[in-house]
């Protein structure tokens, strides 16, 4: 688990329009974010055994994402073999050739060694999604229609925040997750807020923001869809109190499409904690 | 060139994602983005002649709009067969049955009626564009890649604000547009300056700001284009003075590309004073 001294772990920072992927995680025959990422990697570093990529959030099929994190581990010897005379430093010409190879809707923002003990996923202390809506049956602005949902129904944006504060905190969000044997559902979500943008690039849109230290599988879009419920008017807050505190996930939250879900950002500790910050994350979701 | 009584003259506000069109003006055999809207119109509106469009800013290829405004005269009996039982108003009706058929690259962000003398192009009292670059070599984050030119040589930003100053102000832009006959290149241009995004979707892009009365064929892009050579260094305030003030258009400065570019708004003054503009910049800018 640790870094062998033969490796260099890599922290690459990436973004991708998600519409044209069946999600982050590898799978037969689909084309994937990590797929893409892998392959460009294969190209570009010329080591033996294909490096494998751990990543800060799995995002789903059509899910966006603009700070995403993963690292990989690269053998010394490819490491070494990277620097070209236009581009002296391993981490820059990494970036510089992982971007000549992979397609449009990926790229590489930055690429730099890892510190000592950096895990992308475990030593992650906090992850941000926004979730951005087109209410009302308003179709979204096309510069932005990849990355936007187009909702039918006017959104309340006081009644989506009043019902978002019944669901933040540390607590068990088992209601919200597709479940995994042997894995805890405990997070700590930190913000569920929602706000109509008055300028820049998402004017018009309701966007959310959501924080926690971690999420489990469809959480975010879970979460997302049971408010949307209750800012429609369809629902009402009793409604959402019952699935909220279902043991276990509820068939009445329609899970929001992937489409207008974007990872934002994912937060570390400092260089000297992250090694510490894995050791713990790991300790407590064991097999998650 | 005034409203007919028998005909109701409605304003269009429009976005669109520009890059699969050959820009706004109908020309035979291309996507266009009038042609479009001009076909979604013919479907909708049910009248003899197909109604044609007015455009206040007529973009070149691949250049985008989030702030385009037209208007289309359309018969009166026509306008009164728009509404139904779920949207009463006929401008509300007009505007979702043109959504209904538009494809998603193209969108009506309103409808209305417009005030009496109202003319898109004439009574513009101003244009605000956007010209998005990601520098230095650095791909565009891919959500927003399709409005944002990618830029081989790193700007610096006080140099392309330095040498944009001298080029506003109320002048002859003959050095930067493409003549046509017996039309003035006269313009105000009130703005052109840049700043490197910080945050936001925009983050890390520079980005101008070009604000003028109007603009006349390729001078946005022959500004950018010219101001962007004195931005990355290759050449030096001497150079852009001197084609500035050619007499005629400059072969010396490159049009930049118009996927950077994006119409971002259209000023009009207040409803009374729409028709006075409009009589005003007729008779200064006679044929063009």
Redesign the interface.
């Known amino acids: 688990m640790t870094d062998s001294p033969i490796v260099v772990r890599v922290r690459l920072d990436l973004?991708?329009?998600g519409t044209d992927f069946a999600g982050w995680a590898d799978q037969p025959e689909l084309r994937t974010v990590q797929g893409a990422l892998e392959a460009a990697l294969a190209r570009v570093v010329r080591a033996e055994s294909l490096p494998r990529l751990v990543v800060a959030g799995r995002t789903d099929a059509g899910v966006?994402a603009?700070g995403q994190v993963a690292h990989v581990d690269i053998p010394l010897s490819a490491w070494r073999r990277l620097p070209s005379r236009s581009r002296p430093g391993e981490a820059e010409s990494l970036q510089?050739r992982l971007?000549g190879v992979l397609p449009?809707?990926?790229?590489v923002?930055a690429a730099s060694e890892a510190p000592p003990g950096f895990d992308a996923r475990f030593s992650a202390s906090e992850r941000r999604y926004a979730y951005r809506i087109s209410d009302a049956?308003?179709?979204?602005?096309?510069?932005?229609?990849?990355?936007a949902l187009a909702y039918p129904r006017a959104l309340n944006v006081d009644a989506l925040n009043e019902a978002s504060r019944s669901l933040t905190g540390l607590r068990d969000f088992c209601a919200f997750c597709r479940p995994r044997e042997g894995a805890t559902t405990i997070r700590d979500l930190r913000e569920l807020s929602w706000r109509r943008e008055e300028s820049?690039?998402?004017a018009g849109l309701v966007v959310a923001t959501v924080r926690a230290d971690a999420f489990c599988h469809s959480m975010v879009r879970s979460l997302v869809g049971a408010v949307l419920a209750v800012g429609d008017g369809r629902r009402d807050a009793a409604w959402l109190s019952r699935v909220a505190s279902s043991p276990k996930r509820s068939p009445a939250i329609a899970v929001a499409p992937g489409c207008g879900l974007?990872l934002e950002e994912v937060v570390y500790p400092t260089d000297a904690e992250v090694a510490l910050r894995a050791a713990e994350t790991r300790s407590r979701r064991t097999l998650n």
Do not use: K, M, Q, W
């Open positions: 973004s991708y329009d966006h603009r510089a971007n449009s809707d990926i790229v923002r049956g308003r179709r979204p602005d096309p510069l932005i229609r990849r990355h820049g690039a998402d974007t």
